[in-house]
């Protein structure tokens, strides 16, 4: 198994709560191509064997042009050979979408979208500085099935500032609508210096009691565990055979190599990152300086525990006694000592897969189970 992902760092404009790396400035995009492309050329041998997965994720990859897609594939293939059985998912703003796009983003190969709709609610959309409204999010869903992406995911968040029980619920009833196969239900996090923090800070808006938000996780858990969809982790939940196959490579230690300003890939142990800069990411690049001891890092063995145990908190089944025992000797007693007391403390059932209270608390979860 082995995953490929691209970061495309533009947006229009920043959403309040945003902190992922992008820049709303503009940037000669095509530059930016031109610069990934050389990037692929020289960290292909980085991956062994076959790609099953390709993420184009961001900021906002549907602002690209589709022939700067072309142009990512055709490097793509000259430089790695992909299983037939592939997943390439591509995120997309409902805004960007037309029947022209998703049918050349389907001849290249886009066979998932990730639609980023945040809520079906006009009032919430403007209130998050989104460029849709919830018409614009419809219709995306309409022409993207229409032209024959069936594996569509959408993204909403729950607890923003007016997002009430009930509007909470007519979007997800909305969502139900269409019968798509995944959906990534994010709990709105309050982010450091986003625009959403200085807004909080000033009293201009407040975020929703505990007991208001964990009604809204409840209820986002009941709706879909009742029409078919697998809560398999923290945020996303699929009906039978469409989880993110990218994502869970992650979340799983599988190798993957990043691509981009900000980009981040992980082999055997080894992590390497690209600054957030798209300025310096394209300057580097096109000097031809590729590594730097700078930006990577070796995972010692306890990195590597405590990164386990908070990648597995995040998966209904992600615990495993046997992986530990083989993986981890020398912190296995220390393991099932803090496995027992989750069990007990019902965070966790016997057979180690999480509760409904493990779910809500996992950050708890997790500070019980690293090390120091
Ligand atoms: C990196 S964004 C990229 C997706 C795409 N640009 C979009 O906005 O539609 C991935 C997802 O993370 C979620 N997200 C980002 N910041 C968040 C925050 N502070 N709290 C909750 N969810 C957040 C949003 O649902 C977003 O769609
Ligand atoms: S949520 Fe998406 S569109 Fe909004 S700023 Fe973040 S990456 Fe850009």
Not at 121 to 150: C, F, M, P, W, Y
Not at 244 to 262: E, K, P, V
Request: glycine share 4%; aromatic share 12%.
């Amino acid at each position: 198994m082995a995953g490929l992902y691209i970061h495309i760092p533009f947006c229009h404009h920043k959403c309040i709560y945003c902190d992922f790396y992008s820049i709303a400035q503009s940037f000669d995009k095509s530059v930016y191509v031109d610069t990934l492309v050389k990037e692929i050329e020289h960290r292909k041998d980085f991956l062994k064997g076959r790609l099953d997965t390709i993420y184009f994720g961001g900021g906002t990859p549907s602002l690209l042009k589709v022939e700067d897609v072309a142009r990512i594939f055709e490097s793509i293939h000259s430089n790695f050979s992909l299983n037939p059985d592939n997943e390439i998912t591509f995120e997309a703003n409902p805004e960007n979408i037309t029947k022209e796009y998703i049918q050349q983003l389907r001849d290249l190969g886009v066979n998932r979208i990730s639609l980023g709709v945040q809520s079906f609610n006009d009032k919430d959309l403007k209130l998050i500085n989104r460029s849709h409204n919830s018409l614009v999010a419809r219709k995306a869903i309409e022409t993207i099935l229409e032209n024959n992406i069936e594996n569509i995911s959408i993204d909403l968040i729950s607890n923003l500032p007016y997002t009430t029980l009930s509007s909470w619920e007519e979007n997800l009833r909305i969502f139900l609508e269409y019968s798509l196969p995944h959906i990534s239900c994010y709990t709105l996090m309050r982010e450091e210096g986003t625009m959403l923090d200085r807004l909080l800070k000033k009293e201009k808006l407040s975020l929703l009691s505990e007991e208001d938000a964990l009604k809204q996780l409840d209820l986002t858990m009941d709706i879909l565990e009742e029409n078919g969809y697998n809560h398999y982790e923290t945020s996303s939940y699929a009906k039978p055979g469409f989880h993110s196959r990218h994502n869970m490579s992650y979340w799983t230690f599988q190798d993957y190599l990043g691509i981009g300003a900000g980009a981040h890939s992980y082999k055997e142990g080894l992590r390497m990152w690209n600054e957030d800069d798209v300025y310096s990411y394209t300057e580097r690049i096109n000097r031809g300086e590729f590594f730097s001891k700078e930006r990577e890092e070796i995972l010692e063995e306890k990195d590597k525990y405590n990164e386990y145990v908070m990648l597995a908190s995040r998966m209904k089944k992600g615990l495993k006694d046997s992986y530990v025992k083989e993986k981890f000797p020398q912190y296995y007693s220390y393991f099932s000592r803090q496995i027992s007391k989750l069990v007990k403390e019902n965070f966790l059932t016997q057979d180690l897969t999480l509760t409904t209270k493990g779910w809500y608390l996992q950050d708890e979860m997790i500070l019980t189970l690293a090390l120091d």
